[in-house]
């Protein structure tokens, strides 16, 4: 942005209010902008500090106040005077919104200044009392230069200890800088090896580990055989292993043609990276369908539906909160389905946990859905949106579960 010299900026005009009559003897256009750059940097970070709706106050309050120590006397070189004495932030104390002993959020006096002044003075009246009782019989001048050498000696050991305190704390830093460091350089190694390494299956150099063709065959292969556990577990008798088997193989092989059936039919001959995105895409869909097939099933069971009626039961008995009966019907019926639905999935996961362990696989381990509906029925319902909380309302969240 191009400023005329000689006038005030028009977003600054509040911030720069207090030195508007000294900016005419700036002079320069590059000057100026540079200038302005410099008080919208510092305006920026006193927002950051106090917010927005306050920091034009705060910094025209802090550049008036500086103006009034210079005790009348004129301000030569606007551009060093604020650079140097003006703009800078000065703080009194360790807050990060004390400017000159004021609270640059309030307006008020820093409290952390005065406790630092409060400390101050205690040592001083500390010494004073010390040098009265070890010197009774002296002058008050002697007495007097006596506690300011012994405040002084404080002082200078005060001022070592910070000095060894800050070198110490120098060298542990460096020390952690130089670990971060070094873990950096050693993760960057890392990730070059990683990506530098070639796919474990077919080879194809720096691949990660496993190029994306190879990629997406792995997770077509995942898909499909979740595919076939979904069919599996609803339809075998999980107590015959052999005969799981024998259903997991012919469902597999019919699984195995329905892909290839529908992947066959792409005009042309696909490439293969094409052909496994493909593929994976299908597999994924036949994956959620069969899944949506088994919950459906499963859900028009006795079971779902028992715990549906309980959660419908559980709902109308707080009917008394809805205005009209067809409202209280309208939200217990909500309730029921989805009790229904979270029924029907903690069965199916029970279900492919079964099929898991019969086929060696390991299952973390979790309370079947009728302890944990159970368990749940005995809590106070959390809302009128958790309804069904006395059977199991608690369903919904064992199916997020």
């Known amino acids: 942005m191009f400023t005329r010299p000689g006038r005030v900026p028009g977003d600054l005009a509040l911030v720069l209010g207090p030195v508007a009559g000294l900016w005419a003897g700036v002079g320069r256009a590059s000057t100026c902008r540079w200038l302005a750059a410099a008080v919208r940097t510092e305006l920026a970070r006193v927002r950051g500090l106090v917010g927005g709706e306050v920091a034009e106050r705060v910094l025209a309050e802090r550049l008036e106040r500086r103006l009034l120590l210079e005790r009348g006397r004129p301000v030569v070189g606007l551009q060093g005077w604020l650079m140097s004495r003006g703009l800078p932030q000065r703080p009194g104390c360790w807050s990060h919104v004390c400017d000159d002993g004021v609270r640059m959020d309030t307006g008020g006096g820093c409290a952390s200044c005065d406790s630092l002044v409060g400390d101050r003075r205690a040592v001083r009246r500390a010494v004073a009392v010390e040098v009265a009782q070890e010197m009774p019989g002296v002058s008050a001048e002697v007495r007097r230069g006596e506690a300011e050498r012994r405040l002084h000696h404080q002082v200078q050991v005060r001022a070592a200890a910070d000095a060894v305190r800050h070198k110490r704390a120098a060298a542990e830093r460096a020390v952690r800088e130089e670990a971060v460091e070094r873990r950096r350089r050693e993760r960057a190694v890392a990730e070059r090896e990683r990506v530098s390494a070639p796919c474990e299956e077919c080879g194809v150099a720096e691949a990660a580990g496993l190029c994306l063709v190879c990629s997406a065959r792995r997770r077509t292969g995942e898909l499909l055989r979740e595919a076939v556990d979904v069919t599996v577990a609803l339809r075998a008798d999980l107590g015959d292993r052999a005969a799981v088997g024998e259903l997991t193989e012919r469902v597999a092989a019919d699984t195995r043609l329905l892909l290839d059936g529908v992947c066959g039919r792409s005009a042309g001959v696909p490439e293969a990276a094409v052909l496994a995105f493909d593929q994976s895409t299908v597999a994924g869909r036949i994956l959620a369908g069969r899944r949506a097939a ?45 009790a229904r639905e979270a029924a029907a999935g903690a069965l199916l996961r029970e279900r492919l946990g079964d099929l898991a362990r019969l086929r060696g696989r390991p299952v973390a381990e979790r309370a079947g859905w009728r302890v944990r509906c159970g368990e749940r029925a005995g809590r106070p319902p959390a809302g009128d949106a958790a309804a069904g909380a006395g059977g199991l309302v608690g369903m919904g969240r064992v199916g997020a579960a």
């Not at 859900?299 to 067809?326: I, K, S, V």
């Open 294 to 338: 088994a919950l459906k099933r499963l859900a028009g069971g006795e079971e779902a539906e028992a715990e549906a009626e309980r959660a419908f039961e559980a709902a109308m008995r707080r009917q008394h909160r809805y205005p009209t009966r067809g409202m209280a019907l309208s939200a217990a019926q909500k309730a029921a389905d989805a």
